[in-house]
């Protein structure tokens, strides 16, 4: 009796819960950005959104009203994002420009425990700096890590349409021949 060996499952990434996923670096022109992404690393398909004023999100316990535009493509298992404010309005990530520039703003860490994990970073000291629900139903929190890391670390609820979401993102990047490269989402 020989034995078929059955195919891999498709990747997802349920290895990344607790890890880095991904990247976030502020950008003065998306648009700009991701096309140097991908001609010097590769990088894509990217999936932008935007402009948009999160409709749920608190910063500092006040309703931000920055507009804001991003995309986020994978290289490997791990995603880039790139943000652009385009007013000058206070925000999360108006803050990093002003620290310092353009340039790296955040890590992002995917959890299915968002409170526990969100008072645990609070334990340690490190301050909810902005909050949001996602289109999807997930929760993100941005800690203040800026002091003991150099930038934030945003939780990431991981819920099913999360996981979908990101598990596209994932797989358009793998064996991607450089076709479409701007998608929306």
Do not use: C
Not at 3 to 18: C, I
Not at 102 to 107: A, K
Not at 155 to 177: C, H, K, N
């Amino acid at each position: 009796m020989t034995r078929r060996s059955r195919p891999a499952p498709f990747p997802t990434l349920e290895h990344k819960l607790g890890q880095v996923i991904q990247y976030a670096y502020t950008v003065p022109d998306l648009a700009a950005a991701m096309r140097n992404y991908t001609e010097v690393l590769h990088i894509g398909p990217w999936f932008a959104r935007g402009p948009f004023i999160p409709e749920k999100a608190l910063y500092r316990g006040e309703r931000p009203a920055a507009e804001l535009s991003l995309a986020r493509a994978f290289s490997g298992d791990s995603m880039i994002e790139l943000i652009q404010q385009h007013n000058d309005a206070p925000s999360v990530f108006r803050e990093i420009i002003e620290l310092r520039g353009f340039g790296f703003h955040h890590w992002a860490v995917p959890t299915r425990a968002f409170a526990e994990d969100t008072r645990q970073y609070q334990a340690q000291g490190f301050q909810v700096a902005y909050s949001d629900v996602l289109d999807t139903g997930a929760r993100v929190s941005y800690l203040d890590t800026v002091s003991a890391l150099g930038g934030l670390v945003e939780l990431v609820e991981m819920t099913p349409a999360q996981l979908d979401r990101y598990t596209l993102f994932y797989r358009s990047s793998i064996g991607w021949d450089g076709t479409d490269p701007v998608r929306e989402g």
